[in-house]
Each structure stands twice: as C-alpha cells, then as structure tokens.
C-alpha cells in the first residue's frame, strides 16, 4: 500500500510564498517524484519533477519561480513556490512512480491534494 501526504496548501497574497510537502510511505522504491496541479475547468498539468539521483524539469509558467527538492532519507519531496501569480491558484497533486515490493513494474501514485489560492 502506498500513501502520498501532502500538506502545505492555503490562501496567500500575489507576490507572496508557499512551501508544499508530500510524504511518501509503502514499501518498495520511489523513482521520480513530482507536483502536477489542476485549475478549475483546464487538464491537470506538470509543475515540476525531480529524479532519484535529483535531476530536476520544470514548466515554463514556473521557471525561475518555484523550487522542486527530495529528501531521499524521509521519503519526502517539497515545492518551493516564490513570487505567486493568481494564475498559480490550482489544487496541487503530489505524484511518485513507485515499485512496490514484491512487483518488478513500477506504477504513478497520487496524493489527495492541497488547494492553492493566490489572491488578494
């Protein structure tokens, strides 16, 4: 079984930031990890991804302005989100391809999700 947590979420200003979190648990191996986000009426989209070793891709509408990480120790991968737009409010999806023991194919697990609204 494998659970995704996220946390971190909530209502902030335009210029304003936003750390998110997403623990992961289940036993087996975490390949990538990643933040995809869904605004209202528009296809869930990547945000950032970042691989086992740490290699790191972003979408464009975020370069510059938001940091993806991963703590390989604790499971974990955070977003770092700086100089938020309106245009960021999104419910913000947690995701990990992820083996799970005794399976040899890996498969994309999801979090629950964590509203972000960036307003004033």
């Known amino acids: 079984q494998v659970q995704l947590v996220e946390s971190g979420g909530g209502l902030v200003q335009p210029g304003g930031s936003l750390r998110l979190s997403c623990a992961a648990s289940?036993?087996?191996?975490?390949?990538?990890m990643g933040w995809y986000r869904q605004a209202p009426g528009k296809q869930r989209e990547l945000v950032a991804s970042?691989?086992?070793?740490?290699?790191?891709n972003y979408a464009d509408s975020v370069k510059g302005r938001f940091t993806i990480s991963r703590d390989n120790a604790k499971n974990t991968v955070y977003l770092q989100m700086n100089s938020l737009k309106p245009e960021d409010t999104a419910v913000y999806y947690c995701?990990?391809?992820?083996?799970?023991?005794?399976?040899?194919?890996?498969?994309?697990?999801w979090g629950q999700g964590t509203q972000v609204t960036v307003s004033s």
């Open positions: 970042i691989s086992g070793v740490g290699s790191t």
């Open positions: 995701n990990a391809y992820f083996r799970v023991i005794p399976s040899s194919t890996p498969a994309d697990y």
């Open positions: 289940g036993n087996g191996f975490i390949y990538t």
